[in-house]
């Protein structure tokens, strides 16, 4: 079959792979029909995720047909359509059964070099280096779906892959990040980061009755795009984000602000912090560059919380910690918790509160996909969400 | 808007470069002696008109990173011309220009981020909401429906 292989820094190609296999009775193979690349699939690309190793399959968000099912799994039957969620969960740990999906205790296989990087192990992701299981990824003819009988969703008819397909990641990944904001009706909602994420996150924040929802960002398309869902665009090169916010707030700042940026930052002359990242990462003195960590903890109104869907992957430094304590601010962050919004999601989709497929302005056979991880990295071509089909 | 204080910056710079050019064009021999390069007057004398010229670019420039991008290369050559004089003046010369410099390479940047973004085609995605009906209507739409989720206090 054909996929989407790693094979070093910027180097992703479409390779000739042997087809996947049932492992184990609880799998399913799907058929995939349609795939996505992920903001955080760049970090994979440009290096800043430890743990990948030459001809592995990228990509975790994708949906299709099961073609074949594990003779334990009863919940899937073949010619079923399902979106897999990019986090894996056996469904039966405590984590799972507490409802904290992406912390599955189970479904790594490298739970020994995830326990020694980050404490504790986190859930296997699909496509996403060793440290999270060295699992296959979507961005392929075929996969390999473990434990198949707990988190893929099974389309109902009627719905396009395109309005679905975001249901694995990048939609209750916006949708959790605002959850995780407690919105109020008088809150100002702050995001950093208008891309995929933001612009669900966004619209998360508007319709969970956020009196104000405010995107910052540098390119134009993306500021677009937040503007028409309701949010007021601040364009971090042409004004201060800081004073802007204060304007928007009476002085006082957004009650919340999420992170839909993550370790790569924009590195810019406006920034001095971000140079100064950026030259630490060239001397691996630091693995991720937190410019909006630092600005959210300054801008966030105190008593504020702040939300991070953006992905991190290792150290980070001068964080003003200083004001977070003073200021009184919560973080919360994490990988998302898919299954634990995708009833919701689903039923809003299918009652038409909102299309996700608004988002996508690039689809491409998966064989141009390679060439597109670099235009969707330097945002060329109006390009704010690839999708791809194998 | 932040434009405008780019370009002032840049304008202020001109106007340095002009004034130092003057200098070294008309007092070739005190500025060599002050920078560590006694002997070498004509030399000074050509960085001279060399700064004036990137100066007047400058200021008659209406996209001005071209020519804030020679000032940064201008300055690479001072910096290596300064590294042959001598001691300790040539070193207090370079401690003193180097400010500048950073001035100048931020500039520069700046400028050209500003120029790159306005060179490149701009797609309109004003009609994607997601939405069926405009944002103000979907305000608060979820609020009621998750579970877990805080609902407004009542007093």
């Known amino acids: 079959m054909r996929a989407l292989c790693w094979h070093g820094k910027k180097d992703i190609r479409c390779d ?16 995939v029909t349609t795939c996505a690349i992920c903001g955080s699939d760049l970090h994979l690309f440009d290096g800043f995720v430890p743990g990948m190793m030459h001809g592995d399959i990228v990509g975790h968000e994708f949906m299709g047909e099961v073609v074949e ?60 280096s060793h440290l999270t299981g060295g699992y296959a990824g979507g961005h392929a003819e075929y996969v390999r779906v473990p434990f198949a009988d707990v988190a893929p969703v099974k389309v109902p008819d009627g719905l396009t892959d395109e309005q679905v397909l975001f249901l694995g990641d990048i939609l209750p990944t916006g949708w959790q990040a605002a959850v995780q904001c407690d919105i109020e009706p008088d809150d100002t909602v ?14 998360a924040a508007l319709m969970l009755g956020a009196k104000q929802v405010v995107a910052i960002d540098r390119v134009p398309e993306r500021l677009s795009m ?37 370790l790569e930052a924009h590195v810019g002359a406006k920034h001095f912090d971000s140079v100064y990242d950026r030259a630490k990462q060239a001397f691996m003195a630091e693995s991720d560059r937190p410019h909006v ?55 809003m989709i299918q009652e038409g509160k909102i299309d996700p497929s608004f988002v996508i302005t690039h689809t491409v056979d998966l064989e141009d996909g390679p060439a597109m991880f670099e235009t969707f990295r330097d945002k060329e071509d109006g390009c704010v969400k690839v999708v791809m089909k194998p | ?22 200098a070294e ?7 060599a002696r002050a920078t560590g390069l006694p002997g070498r007057e004509a030399l000074v004398q050509l960085y001279g008109a060399r700064e004036i010229a990137t100066g007047i670019a400058l200021l008659l420039s209406r996209d001005k990173a071209p020519a804030m991008w020679a000032r940064v290369a201008g300055d690479a050559l001072d910096v290596a011309t300064l590294a042959t004089g001598e001691q300790p003046r040539a070193g207090a010369a ?32 004003s009609d994607r909401s997601g939405f069926p009906k405009p944002p103000d209507e979907m305000r608060g739409i979820a609020r009621r429906s998750i579970p877990g989720q805080r609902q407004p206090a009542t007093v």
């Open chain 1, 16 to 31: 000739n792979v042997p087809d996947p296999r049932i492992e184990h009775p609880r799998d399913a193979i799907v058929k």
């Open chain 1, 69 to 128: 099912v594990g003779p334990e799994n009863r919940k899937l039957k073949i010619g079923d359509r399902v979106v897999v969620p990019f986090t894996i969960c056996c469904g039966e740990c405590e984590q799972c059964r507490r409802g904290n999906w992406s912390v599955c205790e189970r479904s790594n296989r490298n739970k020994a070099i995830a326990d020694k990087v980050f404490g504790h192990s986190t859930a296997g992701l699909f496509g996403y």
């Open chain 1, 190 to 203: 702050a995001v950093w980061g208008a891309g995929p994420v933001g612009q669900f996150a966004v619209r």
């Open chain 1, 226 to 262: 937040a503007r028409a869902g309701g949010a007021v665009a601040i364009d971090f090169e042409e004004e201060s984000v800081l004073e802007r916010l204060g304007e928007l707030t009476g002085g006082k700042g957004p009650e919340k602000c999420i992170d839909a940026v993550g």
């Open chain 1, 293 to 347: 960590l630092r600005e959210m903890m300054y801008a966030c109104r105190p008593a504020g919380v702040l939300s991070v869907p953006g992905v991190y992957g290792g150290l980070v430094d001068k964080i003003p910690f200083g004001a977070m304590m003073n200021k009184g601010l919560s973080l919360r962050t994490g990988q998302t918790h898919v299954n634990r919004w995708t009833g919701d999601l689903l039923g």
């Open chain 2, 1 to 22: 808007m932040r434009q405008g204080r780019h370009e002032a910056v840049a304008i202020g710079l001109a106007w340095f470069s002009i004034g130092l050019g003057l």
């Open chain 2, 25 to 31: 064009l008309l007092m070739p021999r005190a500025m």
């Open chain 2, 94 to 125: 370079m401690a003193a220009v180097g400010p500048v410099v950073a001035l100048d390479l931020w500039t520069a940047a700046r400028l050209q981020e500003r120029r790159s973004k306005r060179l490149r085609p701009v797609f309109d995605y």
